[in-house]
């Protein structure tokens, strides 16, 4: 079924989410084991934060892949459900996949904050370009159901 090879990139973005989870957890395990936590580190939600500041890039990317990614998540059943999962929606939704693992790497790692906000501008091009291109999908579909029930003297 070619309309469920979107289904792909999402496992992909999935697996990316999992990751940078595991990251992060792994990251903090380590951080207390290296500098155990005191009461106060965990009295309030500020002091935890400034505790785990040292291990903080895993957590914010964390944050950010339940935002953009959210209208991602939102649009791949509905490509599926309208049957317009085509090719060009699956090789744009890699390219998002794509373009958020380089964020996430660059966010995570080598903290350059240009490269980070390119990759950034990239995923979200990318997904409006998806957006846009589903609107055109069925505003298209919509409108040649509309002329076939004319044509056929329909009512729409």
């Given amino acids: 079924m070619p309309a469920l090879n979107i289904l792909w990139p999402t496992f992909a973005l999935v697996a990316l989410i999992f990751i940078v989870w595991f990251t992060l957890f792994f990251r903090r395990i380590r951080h207390m084991k290296n500098t155990p936590p005191r009461q106060e580190d965990f009295a309030n939600g500020e002091a935890a934060l400034r505790y785990f500041r040292p291990v903080e890039m895993p957590a914010n990317n964390l944050a950010n892949l339940f935002e953009m990614p959210v209208l991602f998540f939102a649009l791949v059943p509905l490509l599926i459900m309208s049957g317009q999962a085509n090719s060009i929606q699956v090789t744009l939704a890699w390219l998002f996949v794509i373009a958020r693992a380089v964020h996430s790497y660059i966010h995570i ?8 906000f390119l990759a950034y501008l990239v995923s979200v091009a990318i997904l409006l370009a998806m957006w846009v291109g589903f609107f055109v999908d069925i ?11 004319q044509a056929m003297g329909g009512v729409s």
């Fill in 109 to 116: 790692g080598p903290k350059k904050v240009s490269a980070r």
């Fill in 139 to 149: 505003a298209s579909v919509a409108g040649a159901y509309h002329r076939a029930v």
